[in-house]
Nanobody, 121 residues
Framework: QVQLVESGGGLVQPGGSLRLSCVVSGSIFSLRTMGWYRQTPGKQRELVAGILGGGSTFYADSVKGRFTISRDNAKNTVYLQMNTLKPEDTAVYYC???????????????WGQGTQVTVSS
């Protein structure tokens, strides 16, 4: 079973930056597609960014040009660099591992505790 530990969230002013990290265990990390998601109260969890095992990336339109996903296979870690943050980016952010299809749908069995990102002045 995959274990996921997210970190790096916090309170930041609009226009600021944060870097989220997610350490993955219990999986062959280098082979997995990784995804970052976010969720706000009363809304479904949405996919924000993904990165394939080979390094190709994809993003939600709402974060293109502002967020960058990357991975370090040696550290079993995936990152989300978030720049030019907006109040609407406020959410709990989660990561997960799967194949391209399950990452796109979010139909995954286990989730970490997430990390809270709050963008406010």
């Amino acid at each position: 079973q995959v274990q996921l530990v997210e970190s790096g969230g916090g309170l930041v002013q609009p226009g600021g930056s944060l870097r989220l990290s997610c350490v993955v265990s219990g999986s062959i990390f280098s082979l997995r597609t990784m995804g970052w998601y976010r969720q706000t109260p009363g809304k479904q969890r949405e996919l924000v960014a993904g990165i394939l095992g080979g390094g190709s990336t994809f993003y939600a339109d709402s974060v293109k040009g502002r967020f960058t996903i990357s991975r370090d296979n040696a550290k079993n870690t995936v990152y989300l660099q978030m720049n030019t943050l907006k109040p609407e980016d406020t959410a709990v952010y989660y990561c997960n591992a799967g194949d391209y299809g399950t990452i796109m749908t979010g139909q995954l069995d286990s989730w970490g505790q997430g990390t809270q990102v709050t963008v406010s002045s």
